[in-house]
Each structure stands twice: as structure tokens, then as C-alpha cells.
């Protein structure tokens, strides 16, 4: 139950987005009266995202300095207050701002909720829960993306009350967490202090995260849009088949568990010859059934990808910096999910049409895969201050 406590919220961060896309038109629909509404109303989907990628790493030198339990119980708090404010609110900017509320309590959670994580579990133990978030939250944006379409019949306001799951979530992690013992056992020690930070290693991992994270968001986000053009024009058929071809990604998670302690250099040469076979497949797909084969293959790769660079990054972090390095980790995965769309959109003007992009982003994680052949990467071996499970 401590390992599921930790699991459950990574579920928020889909939340963020998911969960309100279906009733962006009804958003839209509200607030256009207001000046520059189709730039602003999309906003109150991507605000949260943004201010994860801009305050995880702050977030994460807070867990350090002031504990990290008590942070994520308060943050649970917050979520829940801000993420419900719409339901009450009337203006625009009003909402605007709760959503900003939203990603700086939604950074504190996700950064120490893995961080406790790494507190809590070593070995095999721990590689299986950080895996785990990846597979969580993949499983939960199906979840979200229906239970949104649903609720969102009933005006939308309606699916902003789902905002208070995060109470539930702060009920388990005060019942089945607790401050990690190095808090007490390290007390001498300047919490702040950045000494023996490894910076090489983790600007390393932190450059490969943006590089995958784009790769990762691109078959998520762009994969309707590409079937599209493959001739399918019910949304719901898009919707589904999206949805069946992003089950890849918790495959590829299972996978993870079944291999996790390979070397890195070997798991991230499989992920990025994964990526490089789907894009190259979807790329030349004729019809919407070799693209979703295409799809399908990506996001397994995708389902590897993740964890392989969250793990690497945890091995190399000792108790006193685990937060900062989870949240510069976090930051980075989020800067990914960001640039995503914006990279498609320029490989697409340059290539001419979505379709060709992806023989391009194709290309591009084949120079990954190259990399991960040549580079002498090594996971680092840590120990875990407070484990309460051993791998």
C-alpha cells in the first residue's frame, strides 16, 4: 500500500489535460467573448504542464530542505482547492489563475511522490514502482479521457469536481507514509547544499529525457491527426483506435519489469530502434491499419523509454539531493511534452505533410540508437536511505 499510495497520484498529471479536452469546445464556446479567447481558453489545458516544467526542479530543492512528506500531504490540499475553483469561478482570468495553482501543487506531487519513491524502495523493488507511474498514467488518460466526455455532458464545469480525488490520495499517503528516516539520521548535513551533485550525469540523462519525451508525446498527440489523413472521419473510430494503439505504452512498461536490469546502453539502443521501426512504419503507411501497427510498436518503445531514464536518473542520486534530481528530471520530461507538437509542426512544413514527419522523427531516434551504441552510459548504484523493500 506505501508503493500504491505513491503510484496513485502520478494519475494527476494526466488529469491536468485529459480530463478537460473533452469539453474544450464547451470552454470555447463560453468565453468568446473574450478578446484573443482561441489563444487563452486552450491555456487552461496547458498551464499545468508548463509550470511543471518551470518549478519541478524548485520543487524538488524544497522536498530537500523541509521533508518531503509533509510538502506532498499540503500540495494533496492545494491540488484539491484549486483544481475544483473553476466549478465557482465566472471570469476567464480567474480560472486562468487557479490553473496556475493547479501545476505548482501538480510539480510538488509528482516530483515527491517519485522522490519518496526512491526513499522508500531499492533494487528490483524500486525499479518496478518508477515503472510503474509510467504505466499508471498511460492507463489513466484512457480513464480520464472518457470519464471527461461523460461528465462533460452535464455542462462543463462538471468535470472540474473530479479535481477532489486528490483528497483520496492524501487520506493514503498520510495513512501509509511516513518522513523518510534519512530526514532524522542526516540532520548535520546542509539540506541545501548542492556538494557531490552529479551534474555531468544528470545533464546527460536530463538532455536524452527532452530528446525521448518528444518522441514519446508525438504518436499521443499527433496519432488522430495522422489517421485523419489516412482517410478515417469519425471521431469516435479515431478516438478508439488511438486509445487501442496507445495501450503499447503499458506493454512496454510490463516489458521494463521483465528486463529493467540490462545495462542502459542496451535498453536504450531497443527503445530507440523501437521508435525509429514504428515512425518509419507509420511514416509509410498507406491505410490506417499499417499506421496503427506503426503506432503500436512506437509506443512500446515509448513504455520502455521512460523508465529506463527516470531509474538512471534515481541510481545516480544519493538521499540529501534525490529531490533536486527528480525534480531537474521531472522538468525535463515535461520541456519534452511541451516541444513535442512544435517539433511536428516544423518537421511537417519542412517535410511537407504530417505522414512524411514521422519518416523524419524516424531518422531521428535512429541517431539515438546510434548514440545509445557508442556511448559509455552506466546506471549508478546508490543506497537507499530509509528502503523499506529490497530487490
Known amino acids: 500500500m506505501t508503493g500504491f499510495s505513491l503510484l496513485l497520484p502520478i494519475t494527476l498529471s494526466t488529469m491536468a489535460i485529459v480530463l478537460l479536452a473533452p469539453v474544450l469546445p464547451q470552454l470555447l464556446s463560453e468565453f468568446s467573448a473574450v478578446p484573443g479567447f482561441e489563444y487563452w481558453v486552450p491555456m487552461i489545458l496547458t498551464i499545468p504542464a508548463l509550470c511543471?516544467?518551470?518549478?519541478?526542479?524548485?520543487?524538488?530543492?524544497?522536498?530537500?530542505?523541509?521533508?518531503?512528506?509533509?510538502?506532498?500531504?499540503?500540495?494533496?490540499?492545494?491540488?484539491?482547492?484549486?483544481?475544483?475553483?473553476?466549478?465557482f469561478l465566472k471570469s476567464l482570468p480567474a480560472i486562468l489563475i487557479s490553473r496556475i495553482g493547479v501545476g505548482l501543487s501538480e510539480a510538488l506531487i509528482m516530483v515527491l511522490s517519485t522522490t519518496l519513491i526512491g526513499d522508500y524502495f531499492t533494487g528490483a523493488a524500486r525499479d518496478k514502482w518508477l515503472a510503474g507511474q509510467t504505466a499508471f498514467a498511460s492507463l489513466s488518460a484512457l480513464l480520464f479521457f472518457n470519464l471527461g466526455g461523460q461528465l462533460g455532458a452535464f455542462?462543463?464545469?462538471?468535470?472540474?469536481?473530479?479535481?477532489?480525488?486528490a483528497l483520496l490520495m492524501f487520506a493514503l499517503v498520510l495513512r501509509f507514509t511516513w518522513e523518510p528516516q534519512g530526514d532524522t539520521d542526516r540532520q548535520d548535513?546542509?539540506?541545501?547544499?548542492?556538494?557531490?551533485?552529479?551534474?555531468?550525469?544528470?545533464?546527460?540523462?536530463?538532455?536524452?529525457?527532452?530528446?525521448?519525451?518528444?518522441?514519446?508525446?508525438?504518436?499521443?498527440?499527433?496519432?488522430?491527426?495522422?489517421?485523419?489523413?489516412?482517410?478515417?472521419s469519425d471521431p469516435a473510430r479515431i478516438g478508439f483506435l488511438t486509445s487501442v494503439a496507445s495501450v503499447g505504452v503499458p506493454l512496454g512498461t510490463l516489458l521494463y519489469s521483465r528486463i529493467g536490469r540490462w545495462p542502459v546502453r542496451h535498453l536504450l539502443l531497443?527503445?530507440?530502434a523501437l521508435l525509429a521501426a514504428g515512425f518509419g512504419i507509420m511514416g509509410l503507411a498507406k491505410g490506417p491499419e499499417a499506421f496503427l501497427i506503426?503506432?503500436?510498436?512506437?509506443?512500446?518503445?515509448?513504455?520502455l523509454l521512460l523508465p529506463t531514464l527516470l531509474v538512471w536518473a534515481m541510481s545516480l542520486l544519493s538521499f540529501e539531493i534525490r529531490g533536486r534530481g527528480a525534480g531537474l528530471w521531472q522538468s525535463s520530461?515535461?520541456?519534452?511534452?511541451?516541444?513535442?507538437?512544435?517539433?511536428?509542426?516544423?518537421?511537417?512544413?519542412?517535410?511537407?505533410?504530417?505522414l512524411p514527419a514521422f519518416g523524419m522523427l524516424s531518422i531521428g531516434a535512429v541517431i539515438g540508437a546510434g548514440v545509445a551504441l557508442v556511448a559509455p552510459f552506466r546506471r549508478g548504484e546508490q543506497p537507499v536511505g530509509g528502503a523499506v523493500a529490497h530487490g
Open 52 to 87: 511543471v516544467a518551470f518549478f519541478s526542479p524548485l520543487a524538488g530543492m524544497l522536498g530537500d530542505m523541509f521533508g518531503r512528506r509533509r510538502l506532498l500531504l499540503l500540495s494533496f490540499l492545494i491540488y484539491a482547492v484549486v483544481g475544483i475553483a473553476p466549478v
Open 155 to 165: 455542462g462543463w464545469r462538471t468535470p472540474f469536481w473530479v479535481y477532489a480525488s
Open 189 to 232: 548535513r546542509p539540506r541545501a547544499s548542492w556538494a557531490g551533485f552529479p551534474w555531468a550525469r544528470i545533464l546527460m540523462i536530463m538532455a536524452i529525457t527532452i530528446y525521448g519525451s518528444v518522441f514519446f508525446y508525438t504518436v499521443q498527440i499527433q496519432a488522430s491527426s495522422g489517421l485523419h489523413e489516412l482517410g478515417l
Open 270 to 272: 531497443i527503445e530507440f
Open 294 to 303: 506503426g503506432c503500436f510498436l512506437n509506443q512500446i518503445g515509448a513504455g
Open 333 to 354: 520530461f515535461a520541456f519534452g511534452q511541451f516541444l513535442s507538437p512544435v517539433v511536428v509542426t516544423l518537421l511537417s512544413k519542412q517535410a511537407g505533410g504530417l
